[in-house]
């Protein structure tokens, strides 16, 4: 099979996100400091968090779905001009906690169609010899923007506050912006024809791979986002625990965020490809096996060294998101064009749903498990519960039953 061409295309593509990402992670970044500033209870911080994750969610339902209808280049690049310009507003406005809350959930209502609708961009791009590769370049880009936000924010904090990251981040992403439009200035904007019009139910009835992709991603997110959630303060624990200060704690925290995002991006670029040469089933069952593995296993090692324990935690989030580009590649493969945007809303709201109940349920059962208003030791069985998730996605891969087609590519 032939290998994925990185072409100019793909590379303003993958500059373009990383920019509009830029602002994704700055509420993370100063939380510490915003705590105090906008005079926050740990409840109404977590209330921002959550309503950026709920506007997301939203945002990537409704632009899969509107891209069957106007076509995914021109979704792509709404959403980039309504990103840029809500990431100069939050950037610029918000000053408290009721402005944060109001404009950080409108700022993430405009970045779902910086995803679905460019997963369809690829698929009509890149044939099914190279699309593994470069949906992982796709992918990528997402991490190395979400790292790419953590290491400016941190920088710009250090010179001038929170005030500062919050108007450097707003900028970036219309920086993004320009390289989306030339980018894409060529691009046709593809309405695929419907030869029938059938309900998303009817669709998923007939076709058992998709619901097979759908629910292996569903178990994905998970356990994806399960665990980054809560690795960063699984870590922090363990330094706490070991007698190191909070300043080390919290820093080390940061830095481990940034680190684990960057191999993700390693990771989506790596399985993508072998996707490629060695199938997608083969690869999606050994990647969410090793994966839930790990997550059966990383929370019963807090007595090992720190640095060994660290090792492990790449490798294990390389494994926790390595199968997301195979995911995203099978299922453009598996559904008709015209219908595919309908099925990666669906798919988003099924695995963004359950992404959002896993760090809930992780934290309950840590809970359970632990003393109250102690810093918690046991942590293996709160891994375990994102395990089962793991274990789930492996089953789904194991029944998915691949199509070997060949399709065209466009561009």
């Known amino acids: 099979m032939a290998a994925a061409r990185i072409d100019s295309w793909l590379i303003l593509v993958f500059i373009s996100r990383i920019a509009l990402y830029a602002n994704f992670m700055v509420y993370a970044a100063c939380l510490p400091i915003l705590l105090n500033k906008w005079d926050m209870s740990a409840t109404q911080a977590g209330s921002i968090s959550s309503a950026f994750m709920f506007g997301y969610a939203a945002s990537?339902?409704?632009?899969?779905?509107?891209?069957?209808?106007?076509?995914?280049?021109?979704?792509?690049?709404?959403?980039a001009v309504l990103s840029a310009s809500s990431a100069l507003i939050f950037g610029f406005f918000a000053h408290s906690y009721l402005?944060?809350?109001?404009?950080?959930?409108?700022?993430?209502?405009?970045?779902?169609?910086?995803?679905?609708?460019?997963i369809m961009l690829f698929s009509e791009r890149y044939d099914t010899s190279r699309r593994g590769a470069a949906i992982g370049y796709l992918i990528a880009s997402t991490s190395v923007g979400y790292a790419f936000s953590l290491v400016v924010s941190?920088?710009?904090?250090?010179?001038?506050?929170?005030?500062?990251?919050?108007?450097?981040?707003?900028?970036?992403?219309?920086?993004?912006?320009?390289?989306?439009?030339?980018?894409?200035?060529?691009?046709?904007?593809?309405?695929?024809?419907?030869?029938?019009?059938?309900r998303v139910t009817t669709i998923l009835q007939r076709n058992g791979n998709a619901r097979l992709l759908i629910a292996g991603y569903t178990f994905h997110c998970w356990e994806?986002?399960?665990?980054?959630?809560?690795?960063?303060?699984?870590?922090?624990?363990?330094?706490?625990?070991?007698g190191n200060n909070f300043g080390e704690t919290a820093q080390f925290g940061a830095y481990l965020v940034a680190s684990m995002h960057l191999i993700g991006?390693?990771?989506?670029?790596?399985?993508?490809?072998?996707?490629?040469?060695?199938?997608r089933r083969v690869v999606l069952i050994q990647v969410a096996a090793i994966g839930a593995c790990l997550s059966l296993m990383i929370g019963w090692l807090?007595?090992?060294?720190?640095?060994?324990?660290?090792?492990?935690?790449?490798?294990y989030y390389f494994f926790a998101i390595g199968d997301s580009p195979v995911l995203s590649t099978a299922l453009t493969e598996v559904v008709e064009p015209s219908h595919l945007g309908s099925i990666l809303a669906v798919r988003s709201l099924f695995g963004f749903g359950?992404?959002?109940?896993?760090?809930?349920?992780?934290?309950?059962t840590l809970d359970l498990t632990n003393p109250p208003d102690t810093t918690p030791e046991t942590w293996g069985w709160a891994f375990t519960v994102l395990g089962i998730g793991g274990l789930?996605?492996?089953l789904c891969a194991i029944f998915y039953r691949e199509r070997l087609k060949v399709s065209k590519a466009t561009g």
């Open 354 to 364: 359950a992404g959002g109940i896993a760090p809930i349920i992780f934290g309950a």
């Open 392 to 394: 789930t996605a492996t």
């Open 224 to 242: 994806l986002l399960g665990m980054w959630s809560w690795t960063p303060a699984f870590f922090a624990a363990i330094i706490a625990i070991s």
């Open 60 to 79: 990537l339902f409704v632009s899969a779905w509107l891209s069957d209808y106007f076509g995914a280049k021109r979704l792509f690049l709404i959403s």
């Open 302 to 315: 807090t007595t090992w060294p720190i640095t060994l324990l660290v090792f492990i935690g790449f490798v």
């Open 265 to 279: 991006a390693l990771a989506s670029v790596s399985m993508g490809r072998l996707a490629d040469q060695l199938g």
């Open 154 to 198: 941190g920088l710009c904090l250090a010179w001038g506050g929170y005030r500062a990251a919050f108007i450097v981040t707003g900028c970036l992403p219309s920086v993004g912006l320009i390289f989306s439009w030339y980018a894409l200035r060529k691009t046709p904007n593809h309405i695929h024809p419907r030869i029938e019009r059938l």
């Open 99 to 118: 402005s944060g809350l109001i404009l950080y959930a409108i700022a993430a209502t405009t970045q779902g169609g910086l995803y679905t609708p460019a």
